[in-house]
């Protein structure tokens, strides 16, 4: 005959079974949640460093080597135009959370319209590496320039 003043070995058992299952379901969520958010947060500071840069450029582009644009151009930690080596690397790669972005600037011949009120667009594109793969997030804008 049972009695009724406690639980048998073999109800603990079932139990922490159940529980360990459950639990080993749960921490899988947690570590994909937690690899999403680590995803997220480079992408959110790959797109504050292109809109940054943009900005910085809009107020100074000869601080960055550009000049007025007779061809598109490519501005890089590779392609410094007018910047020495040491500058080039300060102003086209940075290391944030210890992860390293790298910042391409692209500059495009205007059309007439744009010619005519001196502005030329740029595209700012900040890449980052993750698990052996590029990523990264990119900014459109214009920066003004005199004829």
Sequence with gaps: MFSEKGFSLIEVLVSLSI??????????LFIQADGISSNNNQKLVATNLARMTLDRIQ????????KVPIQETVYSSEQCHALTVEE????????INNTKYSIN??????NS???NAKLFPITVTVSYRVNERTKGSSVEGYVSYDQ
Excluded: H, M, R, W
């Excluded at 529980?19 to 899988?28: C, K, P, R």
């Excluded at 107020?59 to 550009?66: N, R």
């Excluded at 080039?88 to 290391?95: D, H, P």
């Design 19 to 28: 529980l360990s299952v459950s639990v080993i379901a749960f921490s899988n």
């Design 59 to 66: 107020q100074k582009p000869l601080d960055y080597g550009i």
């Design 88 to 95: 080039c690397s300060n102003f086209y790669t940075t290391i």
């Design 105 to 110: 600037v692209n500059t495009k011949l205007g």
């Design 113 to 115: 319209k744009e010619v």
